[in-house]
């Protein structure tokens, strides 16, 4: 009887629940945001926050600051991507290839990893989740990502290419040649340009994704 219950009470362990300081949370989640901030340092900074996240008087905290840290990657992002798009517009076609696989920017790949963490440590909270996206003030960073994109198509042929493709069908068919190296011809050129835009959206992929999980 009462031994029985006096090892059964030994037997339980009463796991501790810290509520931690917001200005620690607030140092904690900055880290993401640093420079040095990459690999085992990411991972070990998301896994201490997703333990202290399943403490409910942490768990609040803890979002709010990474959508600040968010936020602020998110201004730095658009900064970098309009200074692409700057200095791609005075480029040559093949010193543009150059940079668009030199890899994305730090601040894009560390803003999708917050992001990311963000929204699995919301769980099944979506009203807090889209509350805390919506404030993000992400226009900015689209707009400069649109930019980017419109300056490497431009430069890579992709926004004229239907005009010009109708434009030399009609051509061949009014001289009654043969249309067989002309097809040809195009059928090099479309794997060109997919080839170009393939380099131009793996550049641009951290934002794309971004825009997903944001929308």
Same mark, same amino acid.
């Given at each position: 009887?009462?031994?029985?219950?006096?090892?059964?009470?030994?037997?339980?362990?009463?796991?501790?629940?810290?509520?931690?300081?917001?200005?620690?949370?607030?140092?904690?989640?900055?880290i993401l945001k640093l420079e040095s901030c990459c690999g085992i340092t990411t991972f070990r900074v998301t896994n201490i926050l997703s333990c202290l996240a399943r403490i409910a008087s942490n768990r609040k905290p803890i979002l709010h600051e990474l959508q600040r840290v968010a936020k602020l990657l998110g201004v730095g992002s658009a900064y970098e991507l309009q200074s692409l798009?700057? +200095? @791609?517009?005075?480029?040559? =076609?093949?010193?543009?290839? $150059?940079?668009?696989?030199?890899? *994305?920017?730090?601040?894009e790949i560390k803003l999708l990893r917050v992001l990311q963490t963000l929204t699995s440590l919301a769980g099944k909270?979506?009203?807090?989740?889209?509350?805390?996206?919506?404030?993000?003030?992400?226009?900015?960073?689209?707009? +400069? @990502?649109?930019?980017?994109? =419109?300056?490497?198509?431009? $430069?890579?042929?992709?926004?004229? *290419?239907?005009?010009?493709?109708?434009?030399?069908?009609?051509?061949?068919?009014?001289?009654?040649?043969?249309n067989s190296d002309q097809n040809q011809q195009e059928a090099v050129g479309s794997t060109k340009q997919n080839s170009a835009m393939s380099s131009v959206l793996a550049r641009f992929l951290p934002v794309i994704e971004v825009f997903f999980v944001v929308n």
């Open positions: 009887g009462e031994d029985d219950e006096s090892t059964h009470e030994k037997d339980i362990v009463q796991l501790p629940t810290p509520t931690i300081d917001p200005t620690r949370l607030c140092l904690l989640c900055g798009a700057t +200095s @791609l517009e005075a480029r040559s =076609a093949e010193e543009i290839a $150059v940079a668009l696989t030199t890899g *994305s920017g730090s601040n909270d979506a009203r807090l989740l889209e509350e805390l996206l919506g404030r993000l003030g992400l226009e900015g960073l689209w707009e +400069s @990502l649109s930019l980017c994109l =419109a300056v490497a198509k431009k $430069v890579h042929g992709v926004q004229d *290419s239907d005009d010009g493709n109708d434009e030399s069908n009609e051509s061949a068919v009014d001289a009654g040649g043969s």
